[in-house]
């Protein structure tokens, strides 16, 4: 049960790296 929590972390880690860095990009080209 553990390691699930862990893995979904990573997950959810991951997502806010791609979240942040496709928000970047949006602000990037609106300037």
């Known amino acids: ?3 699930e929590f862990l893995a979904d972390s ?3 880690k ?3 790296i ?3 860095k ?3 990009i949006i602000l ?3 300037c």
């Open 28 to 30: 990037f080209i609106n």
């Open 1 to 3: 049960m553990f390691n």
């Open 14 to 16: 991951i997502q806010l």
């Open 22 to 24: 496709i928000l970047n």
């Open 10 to 12: 990573k997950k959810l």
């Open 18 to 20: 791609l979240y942040l």
